[in-house]
């Protein structure tokens, strides 16, 4: 069994970098309606509590793509999982991720969805690992930049443990 050996981002600190990530949404997008895509699974609790504090009409749907799992190479090769049920054509979309790694899942994605014509595609993530970019990407909106360690939490699993956790820790392997 793997163990948290570190908290690095408490709930408290979560909480305020949602509030604050919410504002700077809620003020770029003044009076628009935005259409919200959160990447299963793991950013699940990040989209619920990100956007009940963002005050505008807001729609949500969901999608899953497969990510290179418990080996730390990324094939770069993406397969949708689930779709999304609703279109996106002319709407404001904002993709939610929990974390951006090697950044291949992202493009991939963008890359999809930009083919369906949304009115404009921002990029969302909680977290953010710099330092194992594989390719050019414009993020939008980053709570946190951490360093290349293996985290869990708020969401984020090992293998499908610790999602409940409140807090960003990291395990020992
Ligand atoms: P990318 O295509 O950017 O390399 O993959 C991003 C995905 O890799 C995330 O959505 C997540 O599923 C997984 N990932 C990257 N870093 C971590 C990490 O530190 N912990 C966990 N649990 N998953 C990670």
Redesign the pocket.
Known sequence: MHKITEVLISESELMEKVEEMAKAIENDYKGEDIFIIG?LK?ACVFVSDLMRKINLNVELDFMSVS??GKSTK?SGV?KILKDLDLEIENKHVIIV??????????KYLTENLRSRNPKSLKVCTLLD?PD?R?CHLDVDYIGFTIPD????GYG???AEMYRNLPFIGIVSE
């Open positions: 990447v793991g990510s290179y990324s993406v991720e929990d974390i951006i790694d090697t950044g291949l899942t992202l690992k194992r594989k360690r293996f985290i869990v984020i699993d090992c």
